[in-house]
Nanobody, 128 residues
Framework: QVQLVESGGGLVQAGGSLRLSCVAS????????MAWFRQAPGKEREFVAA????????YYADSVKGRFTISRDNAKNTVYLQMSSLKPEDTAVYYC?????????????????????WGQGTQVTVSS
């Protein structure tokens, strides 16, 4: 098993930046593909970005492509989400998630049901 703890959320003005971190403990971090999801009030949880076990492959939702960057440091058991040019519509609780079932990219990476482990979430609020 793996435990995930997010941090780095907060209140930022539109156009600003934030960096989220997710620290993992438990099993070997490098055996997990990682992803970030977000959930706004009254909406379903949606995919934001994913990264392969080695960090060599990344994938983004169209809504964040070019503005967000996912990365990982396996030596520090940490995955990051650098968010820039933030918009009010980015306001949500952001969750990191881990899965060890599918190593090769496919549509399943975008599905919440693939991920067995979730953090508690960190709130990001973007004011206009």
């Amino acid at each position: 098993q793996v435990q995930l703890v997010e941090s780095g959320g907060g209140l930022v003005q539109a156009g600003g930046s934030l960096r989220l971190s997710c620290v993992a403990s438990g099993r070997t971090f490098s055996t997990y593909g990682m992803a970030w999801f977000r959930q706004a009030p009254g909406k379903e949880r949606e995919f934001v970005a994913a990264i392969s076990r080695s960090g060599g492959f990344t994938y983004y939702a169209d809504s964040v492509k070019g503005r967000f960057t996912i990365s990982r440091d396996n030596a520090k058991n940490t995955v990051y989400l650098q968010m820039s040019s933030l918009k009010p519509e980015d306001t949500a609780v952001y969750y990191c998630a881990a899965q060890d079932k599918v190593s090769t990219f496919g549509s399943s990476w975008l599905q919440t049901r693939l991920y067995d482990y979730w953090g508690q979430g960190t709130q990001v609020t973007v004011s206009s």
